[in-house]
């Protein structure tokens, strides 16, 4: 009877253990998430300093956001050009414009966020 109780109490506290854990990455995510709608919605602002400003909150490089992200599943900077917002879209083209990288084509991941306000 003492063992049972013994494993009972282990498998318990692992579940509980694993529980935490699984709770705490789906708490990155959601930030993750905010981060990149926030920044989508910059980005269609046309207000380069709103972009500027949202990136330094969430200490994301102009040169990253404008390779990686995807905003409703086109590039952030065709997106932001889509929604008339000109002086977003050239900024985020300037960052991309002037550095040469090799860069493995099956590595690269783009992150993808579909919203709607």
């Known amino acids: 009877m003492n063992k049972v109780r013994k494993v009972v109490v282990l498998t318990l506290a692992s579940l509980g253990g694993f529980a935490a854990l699984v709770s705490n990455a789906n708490a990155m995510d959601r930030h993750m998430e905010t981060a990149l709608i926030d920044t989508c919605k910059a980005a269609k602002s046309n207000s380069t300093i709103r972009l500027k400003n949202t990136l330094e909150d969430y200490r994301l490089k102009e040169s990253t956001v404008a390779l990686k992200v995807m905003c409703n599943g086109t590039d952030i900077a065709d997106f932001a050009s889509l929604h008339g917002a000109d002086r977003t879209a050239a900024k ?5 414009k002037g550095t040469v990288e090799i860069i493995d084509v099956a590595k690269v991941t783009k992150i993808n966020v579909t919203f709607e306000e």
């Not at 985020?92 to 991309?96: C, K, Q, T, W």
């Open 92 to 96: 985020l083209n300037d960052a991309v």
